[in-house]
């Protein structure tokens, strides 16, 4: 276990190299495709990860959807104009920083148990239920199976579960307790979410998006929606939000482990 827990604190220190700082959301992004792509297509919640992580910085950003808003609604006086954008980047930066936790727990969680021939070894790293659900997905790629979409969609519901419940509730909830400004809390609470693979006129109206249970309700809806589309329309479609290069879309491997390489190895002139 000595062994196995030092090999996790290097996965997650790899993570968090990759990662970079909060705002860098088009690495991990590509990198969260990586880990869908090496799943052999079997860990979903990789794959709507790096759409939610992109359309988040596309609205919450003040320069997104809603910074515009602001922007009109306070035309005529800059300096509340000047205090609401800085409300909605302190939320962002939250955001950012929620998105980046997930991605160390994404990347680092699988890449450990895929080590693994008995996944279920890092359960007391990584909990029971998380271990048998990477098992799985690990056990039908090395078999060059994908898995069905029932049982892939009850794999997604495990690991999403954890990460809204453990890492991104309560980063929300600590977000949401700076807002002093009801309208701009109003905005934020009640976002309407249209990522790019949904159909035409397909949104979901959140009614309170501090609500960890309505989070996790849309999430799934968000898998059901892709498995409709079909996971490679899902892929294809994140061009749409302009933040990963055309590079990427080309050749998803091989730009990402030049990025890997590039970041890796920017991180260790860093620590020298």
């Not at 980047?89 to 699988?110: H, L, M, P, W």
């Not at 056990?139 to 890492?167: K, W, Y």
């Not at 990522?195 to 959140?206: A, I, N």
Request: charge should be neutral; aromatic fraction near 12%; glycine fraction near 6%.
């Amino acid at each position: 276990m000595t062994d196995l827990a030092a090999r996790y604190a290097a996965l997650r220190a790899e993570a968090t190299a990759l990662a970079g700082a909060p705002a860098d959301i088009r690495q991990r992004a590509a990198l969260l495709h990586r880990v869908y792509l090496d799943s052999g297509g079997n860990h979903a919640f990789a794959e709507i990860a790096a759409h939610g992580a992109q359309w988040a910085y596309g609205f919450f950003e003040t320069t997104g959807t809603l910074g515009k808003v602001i922007s009109y609604r306070y035309v005529l006086n800059r300096a509340e104009m000047g205090r609401r954008h800085a409300m909605l980047q302190g939320f962002a930066d939250g955001f950012k920083e929620a998105n980046r936790s997930v991605f160390i727990d994404t990347y680092s969680q699988f890449y450990l148990t895929a080590e693994l021939d008995d996944p279920t070894d890092a359960a007391a790293l990584v909990t029971d239920d998380l271990a048998n659900a990477l098992g799985t997905i690990h056990e039908a790629n090395r078999s060059g199976r994908v898995l069905d979409a029932d049982v892939r969609r009850e794999l997604f519901q495990r690991v999403l579960r954890r990460e809204q419940t453990v890492t991104v509730g309560p980063k929300v909830d600590e977000e949401f307790a700076k807002f002093d400004c009801p309208i701009l809390r109003a905005c934020v609470m009640k976002p309407p979410v249209r990522f790019s693979y949904f159909p035409k006129w397909t949104w979901f109206w959140f009614k309170n998006f501090q609500d960890t249970e309505e989070r996790v309700r849309r999430a799934h809806r968000c898998f059901d929606i892709a498995e409709q589309a079909g996971w490679p329309t899902v892929f294809d479609t994140m061009r749409r939000y302009e933040v990963l290069p055309n590079e990427f879309f080309t050749d998803p491997r091989g730009y990402t482990e030049g990025l890997k390489r590039r970041l890796s190895a920017g991180s260790t002139i860093a620590a020298a």
